[in-house]
């Protein structure tokens, strides 16, 4: 069978599903590969590099469609994208199905198998596939490299002939997997690093990379990450207040936030205000990694660059995985060609899809005509 990957379409995307290591990887499961002319370029990947890698290159979009039995592509597929779908057909991208349950209905009526890569369950055996975390990683890492581009001084502190520089002072909010790149960059880079996040069971994590973990004085409360499968949930309204006083203590004192903090399913909670804004100084940057889920920040512009009044810099870009593309599609065609190595058991080109499996079941939304979001709850074993 074949694998073909097409051109992104969504606006400033850069990423490409299929490089041409990973396309190797794919033949030895037994698959052609396909991809459209042009696809890889804005990662660095050209035509040519694909072609000596033994990929077959597609003319037009409507070819590559139309020739591949599986489409792997990184954002959720366009409406006229979706039209291409046929039964015999699997999609295998991102798709965020709770907030596109449009276009997960017309992926379905058209009989195709869908494989969401943003809900692979997040379980050990499935890490190799986890490409929510592959990107996470780059923005929490691009972050830092985008603050620093932005920031007027030197991350590690310095004794030179012509005087002696402070280290700069960083704090990061939130500490999941973002949250940890960018602890571990701003650390390497020299700088002093604070990091904060609602579950204690991170504090030991942030303090092996060398940065120092932001205690409350609020003993009462403490979430329990293990109850919410790892994940944070919403905080009582008196912890809520005990973060903000602590914030708005450190706020004069730090250089640059890193906020990454994320509740499942939930606009991000705003955790930046706009007096901690005003109480930092001129020429401190605030890089917010939740802009697109509306910010940690009161101010952030999502996809935007601003330059507040009293000179502080506040970056909501959302694009930052695609701001390293190379970097990314490598990692992505990797978690990629991972699932397909579990969907093809008999290295043989011919995808086995096995709803009895916990992983494949989890990220399939669409199968044999039918939506199948949500997965059940995983079995207890
Ligand atoms: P996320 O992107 O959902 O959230 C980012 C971080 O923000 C989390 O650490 C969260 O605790 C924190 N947060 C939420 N509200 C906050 C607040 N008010 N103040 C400060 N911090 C706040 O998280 P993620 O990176 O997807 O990781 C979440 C969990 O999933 C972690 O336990 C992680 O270890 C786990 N995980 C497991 C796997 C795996 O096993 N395959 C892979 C990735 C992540």
């Known amino acids: 069978m074949k694998i073909g990957t097409p051109k992104e379409v969504f606006d400033g995307e850069n990423r490409v599903a299929m490089t041409p290591d990973s396309a190797l ?3 030895k499961l037994g698959y052609d590969c396909v991809i459209e002319t042009g696809a890889g370029l804005a990662a660095g990947f050209s035509d040519a590099t694909y072609e000596a890698a033994g990929v077959e290159i597609a003319a037009t979009a409507a070819s590559l469609w139309q020739e591949s039995n599986i489409i792997a592509k990184v954002r959720p597929p366009s409406d006229a994208e979706a039209e291409w779908l046929t039964a015999d057909k699997t999609l295998i991208s991102f798709f965020y199905p ?15 198998s869908v494989i969401a890569m943003d809900m692979v369950p997040r379980i050990s055996r499935a890490q190799k596939m986890d490409a929510l975390s592959s990107m996470a990683n780059i923005a929490g890492y691009r972050a830092v490299i985008e603050a620093g581009n932005n920031f007027g001084r030197f991350f590690t502190g310095q004794i030179t002939a012509a005087g002696k520089v402070p280290p700069a002072k960083v704090l990061v909010v939130g500490a999941g997997v973002a949250g940890l790149a960018a602890i571990g960059t701003s650390t390497s880079l020299g700088a002093i690093t604070y990091a904060f996040d609602v579950r204690p069971e991170v504090a030991e994590q942030v303090e092996s990379m060398g940065a120092e973990f932001v205690y409350l004085d609020f003993e009462e409360e403490q ?16 912890f809520a207040a005990a973060q903000l006083a602590k914030f708005r203590e450190l706020a004069p004192d730090i250089d640059i936030v890193i906020t990454t903090a994320l509740i499942p399913n939930r606009e991000a909670p705003e955790l930046w205000t706009e007096d901690m804004v005003k109480a930092m100084k001129p020429g401190s940057v605030i890089v917010d990694l939740a802009a697109e ?33 190379t970097q990314s599609s490598t990692l992505y065609a ?42 059940p709850p995983p079995k207890v074993k």
């Open 334 to 375: 990797t978690n990629i060609r991972h699932m397909m190595t579990d969907l093809t058991p008999e290295k043989d080109g011919n995808p086995v899809h096995n709803m009895e499996d916990d992983v494949i079941r989890g990220a399939t939304i669409a199968h044999a005509s039918e939506v199948t979001f949500p997965p």
């Open 25 to 27: 990887q794919l033949q």
């Open 223 to 238: 979430q329990d990450g293990a109850a919410t499968g790892g994940y944070a949930a919403v905080s009582s309204p008196e």
């Open 293 to 325: 889920r509306g910010g940690n920040c009161k101010l952030t512009v999502p996809d935007e660059k601003i330059v507040t009044d009293n000179g502080v810099t506040i970056i909501g870009y959302t694009d930052f995985p695609s701001r390293m593309a």
């Open 98 to 112: 709770a907030s596109n349950k449009e276009l997960m209905d017309l992926c379905a009526s058209k009989g195709a």
